[in-house]
T-cell receptor, first 110, second 113 residues
Framework: SQQGEEDPQALSIQEGENATMNCSYK?????LQWYRQNSGRGLVHLIL?????REKHSGRLRVTLDTSKKSSSLLITASRAADTASYFCATDNNDYKLSFGAGTTVTVRA | DSGVTQTPKHLITATGQRVTLRCSPRSGDLSVYWYQQSLDQGLQFLIQYYNGEERAKGNILERFSAQQFPDLHSELNLSSLELGDSALYFC????????????FGEGSRLTVL
């Protein structure tokens, strides 16, 4: 069973716009991670935020975490065509596995 | 390049057959994870090994088995294959046993006919 649920399932934006996707999860976590997957390729780690952190930045990525609401958001600013991919949140519950959500498919139009 | 190598990249076989998928983790990584990705089930955790020992098991079918060898490479064995086993199988490695980022291979695409 999946721990995280991303919303929306799909997102289409114009190049240069920002993209925001959300992740909700069910149980307490050690950390939450975001990954990107280009079509049919392996997942690539983007950012990790620990349960005691509220916000983290990496380049054009901004991640927030609200443990009281059991939710996280990923913001991609000034999107590019190369950002077209599926984005997954994954939760670490300190149980030796990383549980992935169903993902958000982002399409960036030129 | 994540440093994780998976072979074969593509595999086509028939129902009832058995296949072995192989994974070489990043140099120095002790943890190996296996995931199955299909259109209707998303990315499902199968099993994790740390330095040769099984640490966690997910929704792995009894027809599937895995192991991690002393040189840290891992194999996932799928037997009595069914049409529904067609999927992308990913291996990922991590430097730590729990809580770290995962480095994914490019996957093995299995098609069962």
């Amino acid at each position: 069973s999946q721990q995280g649920e991303e919303d929306p399932q799909a997102l289409s934006i114009q190049e240069g716009e920002n993209a925001t996707m959300n992740c909700s999860y069910k149980t307490s976590i050690n950390n939450l991670q975001w990954y990107r997957q280009n079509s049919g390729r392996g997942l690539v780690h983007l950012i990790l935020i620990r349960s005691n952190e509220r916000e983290k930045h990496s380049g054009r990525l901004r991640v927030t975490l609200d443990t009281s609401k059991k939710s996280s958001s990923l913001l991609i600013t000034a999107s590019r065509a190369a950002d077209t991919a599926s984005y997954f949140c994954a939760t670490d519950n300190n149980d030796y596995k990383l549980s992935f959500g169903a993902g958000t498919t982002v399409t960036v139009r030129a | 390049d994540s440093g994780v190598t998976q072979t074969p990249k593509h595999l086509i076989t028939a129902t009832g057959q058995r296949v072995t998928l192989r994974c070489s983790p990043r140099s120095g990584d002790l943890s190996v994870y296996w995931y199955q990705q299909s259109l209707d089930q998303g990315l499902q955790f199968l099993i994790q090994y740390y330095n040769g020992e099984e640490r966690a098991k997910g929704n792995i079918l009894e027809r599937f088995s895995a192991q991690q060898f002393p040189d840290l490479h891992s194999e996932l064995n799928l037997s009595s294959l069914e049409l529904g086993d067609s999927a992308l199988y990913f291996c990922a490695s991590s430097a730590v046993g729990v809580g770290g980022e995962l480095f994914f291979g490019e996957g093995s695409r299995l098609t069962v006919l």
